[in-house]
């Protein structure tokens, strides 16, 4: 699936798992429903390398950002637990 400029793929930290979520997102998405979908989708079993967790949580979790640039043609979403150095 071709991401446009204005979508970001979802790559997700769970429970020492990493997987994409399927469909890309609008890159301009909040946190709040970066963070929404992510939750949604790890409860539901729908992130490839995730296995399904129905108490899957995400308070806490940080989303980076990153712009798409020459080696990485598209715009990337991190969802990832707050580590202590930021």
Do not use: C
Not at 3 to 24: C, F, K, S, Y
Not at 46 to 53: H, L, N, S, T, Y
Not at 68 to 80: G, H, I
Request: glycine residues 6%.
């Amino acid at each position: 699936m071709a991401i446009e400029e204005h979508e970001a793929r979802v790559n997700i930290t769970w429970a020492q798992q990493n997987g994409d979520l399927p469909d890309p997102v609008a890159f301009d998405a909040t946190d709040a429903n970066i963070l929404t979908w992510a939750t949604e989708a790890v409860r539901g079993g729908d992130v490839p390398g995730i296995e399904a967790d129905p108490n899957a949580d995400f308070d806490g979790y940080v989303v980076e950002r990153f712009a798409s640039k020459e080696d990485v043609p598209y715009n990337r979403l991190v969802v990832r637990p707050k580590a202590e150095f930021g």
